[in-house]
């Protein structure tokens, strides 16, 4: 049991653990995807600050939104980064300004993927960092062109590849589902090149709005694909409540 848990990185999430029999694949790809609103860049952060309370530095890829305004969100939240953050615990890139220029269709072609690569992984190495979380993945291409969506897995793919070939990072890729949609990711690759998938959230269930957390692949884990009820908790983050089953058991009969 020990040997198996020096090759698992605990998620940090209540239960969440318990229910992967230890975590996530350590140097493995895990896909993270959700509505807007449903928690996963929380739940990201919380993955990154459990790993560095261990002595594992993690290192955040911000793409969407400028770390300043992330970080002061955080502290909002209940997580004040600056003491993880200056002990280098902690790393916040901001890559906007180099994804901006993917959305330029004429630039896109002088932008290589080998680049973009070496950022992240220059950076992950000036820490030591030993998990990584892209937050989100999508934005690394532009266009809904066929051209676009096979330049994007191929960028992908080679980009996973490298990321898991070091041996040393954990990763998170955080995928935005748009509302109504089945698709659990933008380009269709993701999901193959990831050894996990959790998809995050709400569903209205006997009138009561609930959160839920379904896991739907952990590859190598004892875990068929279930559903969780989940809290987000100030200065906590996630936190598993029950099983879904067991939670539509519990309202069915009228009991709280």
Not at 10 to 22: F, H, N, R, S
Not at 27 to 44: D, H, P, Q, W
Not at 132 to 147: H, K, N, S
Not at 185 to 195: H, K, N, P, Q, T
Request: hydrophobic share 40%; glycine share 10%; with cysteine.
């Amino acid at each position: 049991m020990t040997q198996r848990l020096d090759l698992l990185a605990p998620t940090g999430v209540p239960g969440l653990d318990e229910i992967l029999a230890g975590g996530f694949l350590r140097g493995k790809t895990y896909l993270v995807a959700g509505e807007a609103g449903c928690g996963k860049t929380i739940f990201s952060i919380q993955f990154l600050i459990h790993g560095a309370l261990r002595g594992e530095p993690g290192l955040y890829i911000a793409i969407d939104e400028p770390t300043n305004q992330l970080l002061r969100g955080l502290k909002l939240f209940g997580w004040d980064l600056g003491d993880l953050v200056s002990s280098r615990k902690l790393m916040f890139l901001d890559m906007r300004t180099h994804f901006s220029k993917i959305y330029m269709r004429e630039e896109r072609k002088h932008i290589e993927p080998r680049y973009i690569i070496e950022q992240i992984l220059n950076a992950a190495k000036r820490i030591s960092a030993k998990r990584l979380v892209i937050d989100p993945i999508a934005p690394l291409v532009y266009g809904g062109r066929e051209e676009d969506v096979l330049y994007a897995r191929e960028f992908l793919r080679e980009m996973v590849f490298a990321i898991e070939k070091t041996g040393e990072l954990t990763t998170i890729m955080t995928s935005e589902i748009p509302t109504g949609s089945t698709k659990l990711s933008r380009f269709g690759v993701e999901e193959f090149l990831a050894s996990g998938i959790i998809v995050l959230g709400i569903e209205e269930i006997y009138g009561n709005v609930e959160r839920v957390m379904y896991i739907r692949k952990a590859r190598w884990a004892p875990v068929k694909p279930s559903k969780y009820i989940f809290d987000i908790v100030s200065g906590k983050g996630i936190v598993i409540r029950e099983p879904l089953s067991e939670y539509i058991k519990r309202i069915s009969r009228g009991t709280k």
